[in-house]
């Protein structure tokens, strides 16, 4: 765990770059705020709006013998610049500088504090016997000295004269106001900025319209009763691939989109997690947005490449009837199953245990993971939350390294049936951990339909390992990069990649970073993943061929091993030659804003569909480009979708599946996870209009009620 000085240096360093990159936006923007938006602004960032009235206000206990100045009496008369010049002060100022003097030369905070600990009695609960706090104004400010002997005080005057190194029940005082000022300065600016830009993609997440719920029951949904076939399995396979390409899109190309991820990823850390002994690491400052940026991107481009390769084995498995090619094809396939498998039980282990479930982990201190992330496990036993919380068992269940994909979908059937006679224990789960299920609960449906059409083997850690071992080392290969990426000119605070070119900026900026570390770009990294696997399967492929060809008598009969790796320096250049070769945006995974061009759907001519009012006023909500886009419940797209012919599959969770009518242009089937609370809104909303003008070539124009 962090000591409060250096979670104060890290404060510190966020205010000075955020005032260094947004300083003149913030004067004009507070400069022309009135009393009543710098309230709002101040009170934004606070628990439950708690902020001291005026500078004596003691109804919030000692915050007012803390940071008296930080009152709404003080900050939010019209024509006063009070927060401006405590914003300059912290943002310009050392620490050390801080402690000695305050605005405008009033008190510092070793004086202010002294002055409550003499006037009001102020004191740390701890006594903290033989242990000094040091103010140097050097990379040493705030450091404690623990356990020293009278001895050694006499030699230490000097410095305890100077008010240098005080008693450490004095200094955590001092270092607590100091933290407390940063903390809320850094929060005020996110607000201010947010205040006062006229310039942000406001495309935010609407609250439920009721006037477009429909009565419609899902108990009246058409249900297509068929036996899966592979080709079935493979339709809705590539719809899968296509939905997370898609999103991938939208991802680089729609900033509400990014900054949901971003926040997703970046309030849901591992170090948020309490250890052994209750503390937890302090994963909130700026440092650690640019990691969730690279981790919202990177977990996007791995899973659209995962299905992305899972659908290119299933189509060769689809068209050929070699015996030995098969063997190899259903190996691998069985060990990237595992692997998707595995990604989206981590991913939805992330957010359980730093949200619905964050009683039931702890984080083990100074471990980490193969990932290089602090290293979390379970500390009760799901069993124990059988009578108490059934969904919570479930869940753990699924979390379990020990659960296999076979195992899981049993605790996935659970899941459903507890959801279906309890249709409000389903709300009970963030938006993030329900969407993260539904992922989960794909693959697991994949694994369990395939099963019976394919002779799957189980999965190997020495055969078929073509793309799951490149995978893993291109893992270990990114994870300095993560760790080494500085996006805080575009992403800090995370609302800034609102801002017109901010999103693009970040992007771009992340793909050359990647590029310059790896020699190419994060897309064609994963892209050169499935050729290369592919590749080298056709290889073998060719070998077994050759060894039983009676004709070439003198030819192997076991599979020739691959060829050497290069070494590190030979990679990287032959990816950047490669690189040079490639035309701009081609590879399916880039993650730079693009411009899309029509679908196949869209190129032919578009079917124009009688639809009721209803059901019109559904898809014009949906595609409807405005800021203002109202939202779709589940029921009321399931009726509309229902009255078009669609027939509707429910498969695991909440995820469905829909079959095309024979009359439709293009009858390919689209699934669908269940939205989280009030249906399809902002950013979902986005995403399920981007996936319905792709797949069948739907848009606003499409639809004649009548």
Known sequence: MADTYEVLRDLHNDLKHKYKQHGPALTSFWRSFDSRQRARCIKAGAVEGGVLKHRNDTALGNVCKFMPEWNLRDLTESNSDSLLDILKHRATHTLGEQYAQGVDGGLGDYALIDAMMRMR????????????????????????????????????????????????????????????????????????????????????????????????????????????????????????????????????????????????????????????????????????????????????????????????????????????????????????????????????????????????????????????????????????????????????????????????????????????????????????????????????????????????????????????SRAQDMEAELRPVKDALDLRDFAVPIDNLLEPGMAGGAMAALDKFVADRTGTTLGFMYQDLIEESLSDLQRQHQAIQDSLSLTKPNIPTSIPPPPEPPTREQQLEHRRQKQKTRPPHSSIFNISPRQEGPTAAASEKPQILQVSAPTGAVFSTLFDRSEARGSVSWTSFVAAMTELGFSVVPRYGSVYTFFAPEGMAVRRPLTVHRPHG????????????????????WGRGGFCVG
């Not at 006062?196 to 949904?221: E, F, H, I, M, Q």
């Open 121 to 468: 009695n102020l004191r740390h609960v701890d006594p903290y016997t033989n242990e000094m706090t040091l103010f140097f104004d050097d990379d040493k400010y705030g450091i404690c000295y623990k356990g020293l002997v009278k001895d050694a005080f006499a030699g230490l005057e000097p410095a305890m004269r100077a008010g240098l190194l005080l008693p450490r029940s004095t200094g955590e005082l001092i270092l607590i106001r100091q933290t407390y000022l940063m903390q809320v300065l850094n929060i005020v600016i996110e607000d201010i900025l947010d205040e006062g830009s006229k310039t942000r993609d406001r495309k935010n997440r609407p609250k439920k319209d009721d006037a477009t719920t429909l009565t419609t029951a899902v108990s009246t949904l058409a249900i297509k009763p068929a036996k899966a076939s592979l080709p079935d399995i493979l339709a809705t396979t590539k719809d899968q691939a296509s939905a997370l390409e898609q999103y991938l899109g939208l991802l680089s190309s729609e900033p509400v989109v990014l900054v949901h991820d971003v926040n997703t990823w970046f309030f849901s850390q591992p170090g948020m997690v309490p250890d052994e002994k209750g503390r937890t690491l302090p994963s909130h400052t700026d440092r650690f947005i640019s990691a969730a940026v690279f981790d919202a991107v990177h977990n996007a481009v791995r899973s659209a490449a995962f299905w992305n390769y899972i659908v290119r084995l299933l189509d060769i498995l689809d068209t050929t009837t070699d015996k030995a090619y098969r063997a190899l094809l259903l190996q691998e396939l069985a060990n990237i199953t595992d692997l998707e498998y595995k990604r989206a039980q981590s991913i939805l282990k992330h957010y359980i245990q730093a949200g619905t479930g964050i009683k039931c982990f702890r984080r083990v201190s100074n471990v980490h993971d193969k990932a290089g992330n602090p290293r979390v496990i379970l500390k009760k036993h799901p069993e124990e939350l059988t009578r108490a919380d059934p969904q919570l068992h479930y869940i753990l269940r699924l979390c379990q390294p020990e659960t296999t994909p076979s195992s899981a979908s049993d605790w996935i059937k659970k899941l459903a049936e507890l959801h279906d006679s309890h249709p409000a224990e389903r709300e009970k789960l963030a938006e993030k951990e329900a969407d993260a299920l539904s992922d989960l609960a794909v693959i697991i449906a994949f694994a369990h339909e395939l099963s019976p059409i394919l002779a799957m083997p189980p999965f190997s850690r020495k055969k078929g390992q073509l793309f799951v």
């Open 678 to 697: 009030a249906g399809f809104g902002g950013y979902s909303a986005l995403v399920l209009a981007r996936r319905l003008e792709r797949v069948y070539g």
